[in-house]
């Protein structure tokens, strides 16, 4: 039998649960989503719990069917879910939870997978509530412009390639950096942690090809890979150890606080989603109707104009 949200909205929701699916716990970003969707619902007095997959889209889906089999008055009235996969592997796993009853909020795709799902189940709680990715990649190539007026070379950090925002910064990076002098020597992938940039770093400078490359920026898609190439850099006595590096993110705690320190020369500072999407949930429950694609803006910290001017 699937039950739904009670239509009257004089009437309490069926469910206060909301349900937070996220990737890694050791992502200062991740901790934000997880900090952010936690106030919202202690604002408006729901309950709220959180689980990570260490992105894994397996564990991820696994996790989903758990939440939505657990018996009516213990399951979730919605999921908000940073997808660790691209939003079509996720596809049955969304018929699931919403033949279930279970609200259905992506915070890391785009808006037509969302529209699919809006058209198969009219009237039920689907959204997605994301950041703009590629202006993430756009912000990283007036960045690296600014930087490098006469040109330069770049090494490029990016995440797991299954993940499409991995692609739509990079795109939108290349497409930035068209027309201009900077190429893109190497691109390195790694797992969005310190440590995995690092060992990711390692293993390429132990490369005899990499011993002719020079480098005059590392631009990384999280603040995290950023410092774990500098410490691979820095351990492994390279020239260009020292050359100024971008992140993403931007937790203020964190790579805001790298580039106040000198750590990093910039970062992009990407919106946090997960509140803003608790707040959608609960406005749909209590019968309002608010935007079903809301899409986020970032920003650079600092400016790319203060950074135009640095000598």
Not at 9 to 35: C, K, V, Y
Not at 71 to 80: E, K
Not at 109 to 125: I, W, Y
Not at 232 to 238: D, I, S
Request: proline share 6%; net charge neutral.
């Amino acid at each position: 039998m699937v039950h739904l949200p009670p239509k009257d909205n004089h009437m309490e929701p069926w469910s206060r649960l909301i349900t937070l699916l996220l990737l890694s716990d050791g992502q200062d970003f991740q901790q934000a989503q997880e900090q952010s969707a936690q106030d919202a619902c202690e604002k408006e007095g729901f309950e709220f719990e959180v689980a990570y997959s260490d992105n894994s889209p397996y564990m991820q889906t696994r996790q989903v069917l758990e939440y939505i089999e657990r018996p009516l008055n213990t399951r979730p009235a919605a999921i908000a879910i940073e997808l660790a996969s691209a939003p079509s592997a996720f596809m049955q796993a969304a018929r699931s939870a919403l033949s279930a009853g279970v609200g259905w909020v992506e915070l890391s795709s785009g808006a037509s997978v969302v529209q699919s799902l809006r058209n198969e189940f009219p009237g039920h709680l689907v959204a997605s509530v994301t950041a703009d990715e590629t202006a993430i990649g756009e912000l990283h190539a007036s960045q690296c412009r600014a930087l490098l007026p006469k040109g330069g070379t770049i090494l490029y950090v990016e995440g797991p390639s299954v993940n499409p925002i991995v692609r739509d910064r990079r795109a939108a990076l290349e497409k930035g950096l068209q027309g201009s002098s900077i190429t893109i020597a190497k691109t390195l992938a790694a797992d969005w942690t310190a440590e995995g940039a690092k060992l990711a770093t390692v293993a390429w400078l132990r490369q005899a090809s990499a011993r002719h490359v020079h480098l005059d920026l590392v631009c990384s898609q999280n603040d995290a890979m950023a410092v774990g190439v500098q410490k691979a850099a820095r351990a492994e006595l390279v020239g260009w150890a020292g050359i100024p590096m971008l992140g993403c993110d931007g937790v203020p705690t964190v790579g805001q606080q790298y580039v106040k320190d000198g750590t990093l020369a910039a970062t992009v500072i990407k919106p946090v989603t997960a509140g803003p999407a608790v707040d959608w949930i609960v406005r749909s429950i209590r019968g309002e109707k608010p935007h079903r694609h809301l899409v986020l803006r970032p920003t650079s910290f600092p400016a790319v104009q203060e950074l135009a001017r640095r000598p």
